[in-house]
C-alpha cells in the first residue's frame, strides 16, 4: 500500500522532507500543503533582492542550475502533490486526517496521512507599540513583503530609513537600504548589534562598520510609538530618547515560531515556545513530525533547548525526517546556534556560547581573543580578524567562538563549530592539519593560535587581563602602569590615552628592566598581544611578580575615547 | 643551574622551538645555529617575492606587526643568541657538545647542550641529469636564491622560461613569472600537476587553468638534459618527446630532508629517508630532538610514516618540542597531508588519501564527486567548486577530499581535514551546524551535501559511476545509453558528443518513459549530478533495473574531446 505523507509547509524544511521521501520511496503519495503562492524560496535571500543584487524573485526559488522549484516542477519533476494557496483549518490526529481550505477556490479538503510533517516556520514578531500599521511601516519575510519594500524603497533615494532592530536581517537589510541611496538609521533596543548572538567587544567591531557607512546606530534605545502623517502614512519613530524622522520603518526585532496548529492539535511545546520534538524528530504524537522554523533545538554546549532558526537547520531537519518516515532511524544531533553575516566590508560570525552566556550559566571559563592577518601578513590582500574563544577551564573545551573583520571569518567559524561538535578539546584545534599556503592562512592559522593561546592560560602560562578588566580597572582609580612595548612610531599614530600608559619598545625592554616599578602591577600591551605576551613573560621570568599582559592589545581595545 | 638548549636551523621549527622555551623557562640558555645570514623567514613566501608582490625580503622575515625577526631581535627581545653564518660540522652526543664553524671568520666553536633540535630542514632535489649547473637553470629554496631568480626573471620579459615540475613550488612560481611576463613551459613527468596530491579529475580543473592562461602544460614527459649556448647560459631543455627553448629554468621537483647529521650522529632514520621521531618529537636519543621538514610523521588516517614538509607543521613541532624540553608532556598527533594552493583563479586543496593512494593500499571505498556553487547560486560572486570525497566503506570514515575551483576551497578542506583529525565518520559532516548566510555558503554547505551523497552511497540508495567507469564503458564499446537531463538549452551548450546520449528532460521524464529501453543500462547525468541522481531515483522507482547517475556531471566530465 502506498504509504500517504501530507507536509504543511512549502519553503525549506517542507519540501526537502518531501522530495527525500520521494527519493527513498518513490511509490509513496506526498502531499505539500502551503498558504502562500510560492514555494522552496531561499529566504535568507530576500535582503539580497531588496538590494537588487538578486534581480528577479525566480532565481530565488532556482535550484543551483536554474530550474524553477514552482508547482510545476513539484508534479513534474518530482510527482509530489502541491496544494499552495491553501491554509490548513485543523488536524484530527484520530482519523489521522487534515482539512484544509483554498483560499483562492474557498473549497474544502480533508487529507488523510499516514505521517504528518508540520513544517509551518516562524512569523516576525510585532512589538507592541502604535504604529506597527502605518504605510509605509514593513516587516520582512515573505517575498511579497520583499517586492513591495524593493520597490518602495526604489522610490526613497534619499529619504530616511528607519531600521528597528539589529538582528541578522536588520543588519543584512541595512546594507541594501544604502544601496538605495536612503539615509538610514537603525534602532537597537539592547546595548550591541546582533544582540545575544555577540559578546560587546566582538560587536564593536560591527558598530564601527555601521557607523563607517555613514548608518545612524542607536543602540540600548527603545522605540515607544512609531507616528503617523495626517494621511496614515508613517512620518517618524519615537524612541525613550527622541524622535527620528521616517519616510520608511523596516521593522526586524526576530521571529517566533508558529505553533498555533500544533497548540491546536496538543502537541507538546517546549520550553522555548517552540514544538518539542525528539532527536528523530518526532513530537509528542509519534505520526506527526516537525521541522525547521517552528521547532526547538538541543544546543550541543550544554544540552538545553534553544530556538535557533536557521536555513541551513531546516534542511538538515527534512532530510532527517524524510529519512524516519521512510524507516531509517536518523537522528538530529543538535545546533551549536552557529550564525554570521556581512556587512559592507566586516564579517561577523559565532557559534556556541558567548562569555555572557557562560558566565550566566555558571561556567568557570577562560577567553582568548587573537587579531590577526587572515593569510600570510606579507601579502597586500592580508585583512584583520579578531578571533574571540570561550573555554571551559574543566572540561578544556570551547564553549563558544566569535570571529569578525574584513577578513575570511568563515573558515575559522567552521572550524570551532566542528570542534565543539566533535566533541574535542580546545587544545586539539592546535593539531588540526588546516590547509596552508600564503595566500589563504598564516603559517599558523589564527584559529591554531588562538588555541595555543587558550592552551599557555589553561596551564597558567601568561597572566592576562581581558579590555573589560583593564578597562575597569582604569574606571576604578586602581594604580597600575600600562606598559606599551610597541615602537615609537606605532605609538605616535595610536594609543591609550592615561597617566598609567608608559612606552618602552620590546626591543629594549630588557635593557630598561630598573625604569620599571617592582611594587606596582604592570599590565603589557602592544597592537595583538604577541609583543605584550612576550614582555609579560620576559617581566615574569625577571623577578617581577605581578604582571599580565592586555589581550588582543590596542586591536581588540573597545573604548575608543581613550584613545589618541 | 641553566639549562642549555641547543637549535640548529634558524627557519620555521627552530625559531619557533627557541623562542617558546625562553617563554616557559626564561632563565634557559638557547642558541641557534643557523648556516646562513637570515633566520625565520617564510620560506612558502619567497614565490610572492620573485612575483613582486612582496617588495622587499624584509617582509618575510617580519612578524604580524612589521618587527623584523633578525640576530638583534632574537638577542634583544628573545634573549636568544644566534650564531650565523655558522656550519655545525659534528655532534658528540657522549659529551653532549655540537661542533660549529663560522664561514665567515672560520671560527670554531664547541657548544655545549643538556637538549638538542634539530630543525636543518630539506633541500631542494637536483634530478639526475645533464646541465643543471648551467647560468639560468635555478632552485628555489632560500632568500637569495629568490632574490637571483627575480632579478633574472625581471629582464626576460617575453622570454622562455621553463619550469620543470608542476608541484606546489612549481606552481606558484608558474603565477609569479606569468607576472613577469614570461613565456612559459610547464613540463611535469607525472600525468597530472600535483603529482601524488591529486586524482586526475581534480588536477584536470589546474590544467584547465594553467592553459587558460597562456601557459603550456607538459604532462607524463620527462627532461633528460638541460642544454647550453657557447658561454654556458642555459638555451633550451630536451625531454623525451621534444626539446624547448630555454631562456631561464626552474627545477622544482621536490624537496628532500636534510639528514647528513642526523647519519653522521647515528639517529634512527625513517622509512621514508626522513628521521624518525617519537609522538614527542623526539629521535632516537633522547636528548635531541627534531621537527620541520627534516622528519617524517604520521599520517593519521592510515598510521603510516609520511614525509610531508610543510611550514604550518614545522611551527606544530617546534611548539611541541618546546613543552617536552621544559618537562611538558606535548605530543603531536601527525598529519593528514593537507596541502593547498592558488594558481591565478584557481584554488585546488587536498588532505587525506587520493583514490589513487586508497586503492594501492587495499581500502573498499566509494567516491563522491560534488560540483556547486560556494555561496547561495542567486549572487553574482558565487563560484563554482567541486569536491571530491574518499570514504572507508568499513568505518564509513573519511580517507581524502579535495576541492578545486574559482571560489572558496579552503573552508571545505578545513572541514574534512578536522572532520579526519577528530575521528568522526563522514555522515557526522551532514549535520555539523556551518555558517550559513547568503554571502558564504548555499543553505546546505558543499560540502554538507557531499557527506549526505556519501551516505546515501553508503546505503545504497542511488546507483552511480565515477567519470572514469563512464569513460571506460565508452572506450570498451558498452551498450548502454547515456540519458541527459538537462534542458535543451544547456544541451545545446555544452554536451557529451556521443552516440549513446539521448536528452530527456527531468521535467518531462516522467511522462515519457516508454521512450526508454528497459532491457539496456541507462546512466543518467546533468550538469552538477542533482537532476542526475533525481532521474535516477526516478527510473528505478519505476522499474527500471539497471539505472545509475553519473558522479558530478558535465561540470566533473574531465573528458574535453568529447564535449561539443
Known sequence: MKKKIVVIGGVACGPKAAARVKRLDPDAHVT?????????YAGCGLPFYIAGEVENHNELMATPTGVVRDTFFFDKAKDIEVKNHTLVKSVDREKKTVCAINVSTAESVNIPYDSLVLAVGSKYQIPPIEGTDLNGVNFLQTIADARKIRNESGTLKGKNAIIIGAGLIGIEVTEAFKKQGMNITVIERLDNAMGELLDPEIA???????KANGIALKLGESVMKINSDDRGNVKSVT?????????MVLIAVGVK?????????????????AIKVDSNMRTSDPDIYAGGDCVENVNIVNGKPAYTPMGSTANKHGRIIADNICGIDSKFNGISGTAICKLFNCNVGRTGLTERAAKQQGYDYITVLNPSPDKAHFLSDAKLIIIKLIVDRKTRKLLGAQVAGPGAVDKRIEVAAVNIASGGLVTDIAQFDLAYAPPFSPAMDNIITAANIAENKLNGFGKSYTPYEVHDKIENGEDFMMLDVRSPQEHKEIRIEDPRVKLIPLGVLRSKLDELPRDKEIVTFCKISLRGYEAERLLAGSGFTNVSFLDGGIACWPYKKEMG
Request: aromatic share 4%; hydrophobic share 30%; net charge negative.
Open 32 to 40: 505539500i500543503i502551503e498558504k502562500g503562492e510560492l514555494l522552496s
Open 239 to 247: 524612541t525613550d530618547r527622541g524622535e527620528y524622522d521616517a519616510d
Open 257 to 273: 515560531p508558529n505553533t498555533r496548529l500544533a497548540r491546536e492539535m496538543g502537541l507538546e511545546i517546549g520550553e522555548t515556545g
Open 204 to 210: 564593536f567591531h560591527l558598530h564601527n562598520e555601521i
